[in-house]
């Protein structure tokens, strides 16, 4: 061996290390943002509310107001209602017109949802009754809901179409939002006349399906809770069409007059029932189901039962089971 070399290593084949099955690699986790506002998440919950309120009901008002509560609590508002209302055209063709203001709309009925407090409650009454104290943002909302087609849901957020300037100077915000402490809100509208999906429960082509959902003072609405708005009306819609079907309406009157309980016991006492037969419906007592009695011929001016049935008929603000109101 050459004299200042290193001697070569023997080169022996060591045997080769065992290597390990790899564990199976774990799904990866979506990024944080991906969803920042929670859009995809929120929307699953949302169908798992729809779904469960009519596999836990058949009445289309428990429906609606069980979907509509779930709304507010996904989007932190505070209260929210589902109207079905009556829209007059303006044009001699029967079209709607698109200068067409919130003038044309009568109230059909109104499915209350959230939380609403006896001062907001007390102000929305107040509200009905002064007709000088209109809401500017639904006249600009339903010029805007009146370019799409009928049965495509149109939803807005109130700064997306109204200034703060016309809103805050408005009369309606001074007398009835500030003092119910609401503030920002997004309305939503399907107009009727489009294919139902079991072709006989449609929204007529003279009726809409409207929405409202409103946040505390100092609480704003983000686009991500009104793409959800839009997800939730366009469900329930259809299940508006059902009600006005089904003949289980109660007028804006009623929502302005009585608390959610007294409407519920007019309805029943309006098919028929007897008051052992509504407080075993409702779970109350018959003396309970007596209190509420009394306090809806309070609140109508009337002296008892048949009183207020016939007012509220003669009213139109209920409708007889089984009835049409095309």
Same mark, same amino acid.
């Given at each position: 061996m050459p004299s200042g070399r290193t001697p070569?290593?023997?080169? &022996? *084949?060591?045997?080769s290390p065992v290597r390990e099955? *790899?564990?199976?690699?774990?799904?990866? @986790?979506?990024?944080?943002?991906?969803?920042?506002?929670?859009?995809?998440?929120? &929307?699953?919950i949302l169908a798992s509310h729809l779904f469960r309120a009519a596999r836990e009901s058949t009445d289309p008002r428990r429906q609606i107001s069980d979907s509509i509560t779930a709304l507010v609590?996904? &989007?932190?508002?505070?209260?929210?209602? #589902?109207?079905?209302?009556? #829209?007059?055209?303006? &044009?001699?063709?029967?079209? @709607?017109a698109p200068d067409a203001s919130a003038n044309g709309l009568r109230f059909i009925d109104v499915i209350e949802g959230g939380r609403w407090s006896t001062t907001a409650r007390q102000s929305y009454m107040n509200y009905m009754n002064d007709s000088a104290a209109q809401d500017p943002f639904i006249a600009v909302f339903f010029q805007f809901a009146m370019r799409a087609q009928p049965g495509v849901t149109s939803v807005a957020r109130r700064r997306e179409l109204?200034?703060?300037?016309?809103?805050?100077?408005?009369?309606h915000f001074t007398n009835y939002r500030s003092v119910a402490g609401v503030d920002d809100c997004i309305y939503g509208a399907v107009f009727g006349g489009g294919d139902a999906l079991d072709g006989s429960r449609g929204l007529p082509s003279d009726v809409i399906a409207g929405f409202s959902i409103h946040k505390a003072s100092n609480s704003t609405f983000s686009v991500a809770d009104r793409e959800l708005c839009r997800i939730a009306l366009s469900a329930l819609a259809p299940i508006g069409g059902s009600l006005l079907h089904s003949g289980r309406l109660g007028a804006s009157h009623l929502f302005a007059l009585l608390t959610p309980r007294q409407r519920e016991v007019l309805l029943l006492l309006n098919d028929g029932l007897a008051a052992k037969q509504i407080a075993s419906q409702l779970n109350l007592s018959p003396a309970s189901v007596h209190t509420y009695v009394q306090a809806i011929c309070r609140r109508l001016g009337v002296r008892g039962r048949a009183e207020a049935l016939a007012l509220c008929n003669q009213k139109g603000w209920l409708v007889a089971r089984g009835t049409t109101t095309r």
């Open positions: 070569r290593r023997s080169r &022996t *084949k060591s045997a099955a *790899k564990a199976p690699r774990r799904a990866r @986790r979506p990024r944080l943002d991906s969803d920042p506002n929670g859009l995809v998440h929120r &929307t699953s609590d996904l &989007t932190g508002a505070v209260s929210s209602a #589902f109207s079905l209302l009556r #829209f007059t055209p303006l &044009t001699d063709d029967n079209s @709607r109204l200034p703060d300037q016309a809103w805050y100077r408005s009369r």
